[in-house]
Structure formats: C-alpha cells, structure tokens
C-alpha cells in the first residue's frame, strides 16, 4: 500500500474501527514502512499523553467560565417565577393549605359579628349586666361600707 493511503487511517486503526481487511494491510504496511511506523508511533503516544493530560483550566478561569454561563442562560425573575407557578404541587402541600384556608374562614366567621356589634370588652360588659342570680329571690346590694 501507499503511505498516503495508509496514514488517514491510523486513527482510525487505533481505535479498532477498521474492518479485518483493513486492519491487515495496515499492520503489513507499518512492518515494512517504518516512516508510516514512526508517524503512527506519534499518533499513539499523542493519544494517550491527552488521555491522560493534567491541562485542566485554573480554578479563576473554571469560576470565570461558570460566571459567564450563568450570566448567559439564566432566567429572568419573571420566568422563574413563572416555572415555580407551574410547578406541580403534592398532595399533602395542598391538603395544608386547604386546612389552613379553612381554619383562616372559621376565625375570620367568629370575629366578624363582634366587629359589628363593638369591642370585645364592650360586649362581654353588656352580657355580665343581664345575668340574673336565680338562687336569690331578693336583689341585694353588694357595695361595701
């Protein structure tokens, strides 16, 4: 075979992407070739020097890097408070809330006709004047000398 045919596909020999044929050409031109030996040597060893790089971006430019994303693609207040609204809600925060509507109605029933009829201490006066002492059949002063 010719180098030139040979040396696009080294990659893909490597990698076992090759078909048998393929792949037994290759290994019979790189025993016989060793400039197409040389260059897939290269190949190999570039290879597995990325796969095992340590070229990891610094801390400031990993953080920089994240600022920026976010900065990019977040929401705005609207939408996410748009996605919350649409948010399922479970069954036991709905059956809180129903409970908690429910209680808020039945206080606000029990307040509302002593609003209309004045304070609470107003109320309680005028029911204290109206009982009456059934066990005594003659009123008697209760002031003291």
Known sequence: MVCALIQPDLVAYEFGLVD????????????ACPTCLSTYLQLRRHL????????????????????????????????????????PIPFYQGLATAAAAACLVLVVRDVAPHRATGSAAAVHAEQSERRVDSSRTNPENLTLY
């Open 20 to 31: 048998d044929e393929t792949r037994d050409s290759i290994e019979a031109h790189l025993q």
């Open 48 to 87: 597995t020097r990325a796969a095992h790089s340590s070229d990891r971006p610094s801390e400031a430019v990993r953080l920089r890097l994240r600022a920026e994303v976010e900065s990019t693609f977040r929401p705005t207040a609207v939408r996410r408070l748009l996605a919350w609204a649409r948010r």
